[in-house]
């Protein structure tokens, strides 16, 4: 079993700069595939980012390339999201999601992922 709790969502400037993290329990976190998905109003929960177990492999999507950066801790359980250069868009109900099987390739399709946060809101707006 394992436990996600989304935290750093919060209203921020077009241009600003947030850290979410993810802080899980569970004795399969440092093996599992860990993601970050969001949901915009109306929307699909897309996938976001995501990063191996080991950390070696990471995913990210094209339209935040160079903007985010995912990373974990595993001394710490966690999992953070850096974002930088917010942009509207950008605004979504932010989720942390594990895939427990583990391995080294970060799947995108929310199906492949067993475990959830609550999730974090972030809004972009001036």
């Known amino acids: 079993q394992v436990q996600l709790v989304e935290s750093g969502g919060a209203l921020v400037q077009p241009g600003g700069s947030l850290r979410l993290s993810c802080a899980a329990s569970g004795r399969t976190f440092t093996t599992s595939i860990m993601a970050w998905f969001r949901q915009a109003p109306g929307k699909e929960r897309d996938f976001v980012a995501g990063i191996s177990g080991s950390g070696a492999f990471t995913a990210i999507i094209d339209s935040v390339k160079g903007r985010f950066a995912v990373s974990r801790d595993n001394a710490k359980n966690t999992v953070y999201l850096q974002m930088n250069s917010l942009k509207p868009e950008d605004t979504a109900v932010y989720y942390c999601?594990?895939?427990?099987?583990?391995?080294?390739?970060?799947?995108?399709?929310?199906?492949?992922?067993?475990?959830w946060g609550q999730g974090t809101q972030v809004t972009v707006s001036s």
């Open positions: 999601a594990a895939n427990s099987q583990g391995g080294w390739r970060v799947a995108r399709i929310r199906d492949e992922y067993d475990y």
